[in-house]
């Protein structure tokens, strides 16, 4: 009986304790991968778009990106932290093949296809798009969930860099410039938006001729060209960039974009 009794209470032990280390081994190995996982897939998909970077080295791009935020407060990451990261791996601009969105991204990138250069088909806005990371203070390690918001501190590791990188793509675009803004929202052109407050702002005269608003509504219902927030983008731009603005339906661009052949004649 007394026998039996400890070969239980052993067996259960034994048990339990398994238990416990194929659980600890998996928080482990999970934990490991997911870090590992970023940061091979930032330099695969980096080398996978090495026409963009000057360097080549998409270790030494890694290495920039990673001392922007690591060991750091992740609500204390400024965008200038980015400024190393950028020179390293700089966007490289396609002339009267920019393009600018504010609201619309899938819209924008389904008609961007191989004919315009959007931010998130650059080397980086292309391995960081969709993604989240940061820091803590005191580790030398990226995480990548339990990072904070968008909106909850403004200098985080991810607004930051979408920050920084805007400016960056907005102050190299050349030539003839489009920008889809959504014609279903009250304000298409916002002035607190990344378009708004940041790449419009580093447009470089000298470079772009001029700026085309798409105004996209859903079967014409929304806001037309004649729209007061359209008011305030024409302000910011400066005079010597041309203001052109049109009005297009979702459906009349996507059937132009089944169309459009490698000529790539625009659809606005
Ligand atoms: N690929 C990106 O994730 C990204 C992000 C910001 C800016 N940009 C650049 O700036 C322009 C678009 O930025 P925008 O601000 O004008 O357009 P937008 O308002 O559509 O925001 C763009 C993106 O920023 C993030 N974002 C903005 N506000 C947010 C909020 N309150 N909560 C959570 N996420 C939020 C989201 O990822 C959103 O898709 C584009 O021209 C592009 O070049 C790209
Ligand atoms: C973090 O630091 C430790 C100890 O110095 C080192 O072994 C490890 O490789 C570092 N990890 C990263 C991601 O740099
Ligand atoms: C444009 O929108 C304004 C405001 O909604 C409206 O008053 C006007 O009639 C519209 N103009 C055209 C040409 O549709």
């Not at 081994?25 to 080398?47: A, Q, R, Y």
């Not at 030398?140 to 909106?151: I, L, Q």
């Not at 085309?212 to 929304?222: A, H, S």
Request: glycine share 6%; proline share 5%.
């Amino acid at each position: 009986m007394v026998k039996r009794c400890v070969l239980v209470v052993c067996g259960c032990t034994i048990a339990v304790l398994v238990v416990v280390l194929v659980v600890f081994l998996v928080v482990v190995l999970c934990k490991n991968n997911t870090n590992n996982n970023f940061k091979d897939t930032f330099i695969h998909d980096c080398e996978e778009m090495t026409a963009e970077v000057h360097s080549t080295d998409c270790v030494g791009v890694w290495s920039a990106f990673e001392q922007a935020y690591v060991g750091r407060d992740p609500c204390q990451v400024p965008p200038e932290a980015y400024d190393p990261l950028l020179s390293v791996a700089p966007p490289l601009p396609k002339r009267n093949k920019m393009l600018f969105w504010s609201g619309i991204k899938e819209m924008a990138h389904q008609l961007a296809g191989d004919c315009y250069k959007t931010l998130e088909t650059t080397m980086l806005g292309s391995v960081l798009d969709e993604k989240t990371w940061c820091g803590k203070k005191g580790s030398n390690e990226t995480f990548t969930s339990g990072c904070p918001g968008w909106t909850e501190c403004e200098n985080n590791p991810v607004r930051s860099f979408w920050s920084r990188a805007s400016a960056e793509f907005a102050a190299v675009a050349c030539g003839d410039a489009a920008v889809l803004l959504d014609g279903s929202r009250d304000t298409p052109f916002s002035p607190t938006s990344i378009f708004g407050s940041i790449e419009v702002k580093n447009f470089t005269p000298d470079l772009m001729k001029s700026l085309t608003v798409v105004l996209v509504t859903k079967d014409n219902v929304g806001a037309n060209c004649t729209d007061e927030s359209l008011k305030n983008l024409q302000k910011e731009l400066t005079p010597s960039i041309k203001y052109i603005c049109t009005e297009k339906t979702e459906s009349e661009l996507l059937t132009c974009k089944k169309k459009q052949d490698k000529s790539c004649v625009p659809c606005w």
